[in-house]
């Protein structure tokens, strides 16, 4: 063990090393550059779109629908995007210059920050790995890639779609175990985008901390669903149960739990039992719309936050086989376990509520801000007075998870949810330095600045003030 930390960490010295003589000798990347880098990749995913979504159901069973939505699709859209808009993102905006600087110009420049390390998790092991290796090689950077060892038949398609694609001092990418994580961070990156729990974000940003190296951390936390009095019931039910079992359960923005007005709380219940045994029947073990549970450990976790005495519906489970059956659960306590972690699964907690100051409580409560909140309601008000209240990552109204496939919002969480956003060109400023840049002209040289100060302080004082 020794002797193979030791050796990951040679290995990755030279690495990061190769690639930062590569980022040096050549920067700043041109646009067309990067254009022919990122179309590069564009192809090697589309030739491989086969292979992906094969290796995405034997890993986590998912739907091949899912799989192009969620991680293929998804990847080869923002490819698209991001070759589109590049030249514009990349050119220098020009702001305005005060007075007393006359005169002069200044813009800003959107600079590449040199050698990047992205460490993704195993839920949507294509789309969390790729989409960030598009900003960062959108922004002018070098980077190595750690996929999730979770998900082997996804990290070996990766693997070697990745490093076939690009010469290694430009872009590599690494599958294995956490000690191939540990040996990474004990080198100098110009910055670390993370992706996964916040047990571990806390590692990444220690380790980070040693070299001062400036981190994003994307990580998860428990999102609620309000649903109120005017909410329009079918709906909500619909999407909820849209958002929470996409890929079955296990999305870091899924609606943790719901929150529902108590004057409605049994007729959304009702249509939620519905709607779960229309999509589902009794027996979902079958339905090719939901997946599987990432691995044994976490089924078993899922499985031991549900009390069958108050389940609703589903309430079924098999661990070896990774299945957890879609599932209601209510009279759930703010202090039982599924309401004390992010539950990561096709279970959905309901609990009531009588007024928005309870579910302010409640949403405070738990320990980490949510990185996603839905708020059901048809109120232009209600919907306005909790957005403003709510600390979230991002909010949607009327609809769960969505907010995320808009490429011009800024996608990632506030407080324990994480720090940094991405995606579109959030992710382009994400992975880029904010030049300040300051050009003045030399037909004028005020002497106000200059020494001796004397009888310069007054005019200084009229024109700061
Ligand atoms: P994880 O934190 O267990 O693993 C993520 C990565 O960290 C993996 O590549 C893994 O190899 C590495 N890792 C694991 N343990 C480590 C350690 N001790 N030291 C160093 N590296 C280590 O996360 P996961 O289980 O793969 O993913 C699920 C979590 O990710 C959930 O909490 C979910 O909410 C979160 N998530 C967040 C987002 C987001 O965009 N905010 C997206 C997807 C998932």
């Not at 703010?334 to 990561?344: G, H, K, R, T, V």
Request: include cysteine; glycine fraction near 6%.
């Amino acid at each position: 063990m020794l002797e193979d930390t030791a050796f990951l960490m040679a290995d990755y010295e030279q690495r990061v090393q190769a690639q930062r003589t590569f980022f040096m000798k050549n920067k700043p990347f041109s646009l067309a550059y990067r254009v022919q880098q990122l179309t590069r990749l564009k192809q090697a995913v589309t030739a491989n779109k086969s292979a992906l979504i094969g290796a995405l159901n034997v890993d986590l069973h998912k739907s091949e629908f899912e799989a192009y939505l969620t991680e293929v699709g998804f990847v080869l859209n923002e490819l698209t995007d991001t070759i589109k808009h590049l030249k514009k993102w990349m050119k220098p905006k020009k702001v305005s210059t005060p007075y007393f600087l006359q005169p002069a110009k200044s813009h800003i420049h959107a600079t590449p920050l040199g050698v990047c390390l992205i460490i993704s998790p195993f839920n949507y092991p294509v789309s969390l790995c790729l989409s960030p290796l598009i900003a960062a090689l959108a922004a002018g950077n070098t980077c190595i890639i750690k996929t999730s060892e979770l998900t082997p038949n996804v990290s070996r398609v990766l693997t070697s779609l990745i490093n076939a694609t690009f010469a290694s001092e430009y872009v590599h990418c690494i599958s294995g175990e956490v000690e191939h994580v540990t040996a990474l961070l004990a080198q100098k990156f110009d910055h670390i985008f993370f992706t996964g729990s916040s047990e571990v974000g806390k590692i990444v940003m220690q380790q980070a901390a040693k070299q001062l190296t400036p981190v994003t951390l994307e990580l998860g936390g428990k999102s609620p669903c309000i649903v109120c009095a005017d909410a329009n019931i079918d709906i909500a039910v619909k999407r909820i149960v849209y958002g929470k079992m996409l890929n079955t359960g296990q999305t870091c923005v899924a609606p943790d739990y719901v929150l529902v007005d108590d004057s409605i709380k049994q007729t959304f219940l009702d249509k939620l039992v519905a709607r779960i045994t229309e999509l589902y029947g009794d027996n979902a073990f079958n339905n090719e719309a939901l997946g599987r549970i990432v691995n044994q450990r976490h089924t078993q976790r899922i499985s031991e936050l549900i009390e069958q005495d108050k389940v609703l519906v589903g309430g079924q489970f098999d661990i070896e086989q990774g299945y957890i059956a879609p599932t209601v659960m209510t009279n759930v306590d703010l202090s039982d376990a599924i309401m004390q972690q992010e539950i990561f699964g096709p279970v959905l907690p309901v609990l009531g509520f009588t007024n928005y100051d309870q579910v302010l409580q409640v949403i405070e409560h738990l320990p980490a801000h949510p990185l996603a909140a839905y708020i059901f309601s048809e109120s232009k008000q209600t919907q306005a007075l909790l957005n403003s209240k709510i600390q979230a990552g991002g909010i949607a109204i009327n609809h769960c998870v969505q907010h995320l496939a808009n490429p011009n919002l800024p996608f990632g969480g506030v407080g324990l949810s994480g720090i940094g956003s991405y995606h579109g060109k959030h992710g382009f400023d994400c992975f880029s330095h904010q030049k300040s840049v300051l050009s003045a002209s030399t037909w004028l040289d005020l002497p106000l600045l200059y020494p001796p100060y004397k009888n310069k302080l007054s005019l200084l004082k009229r024109l700061f003030k």
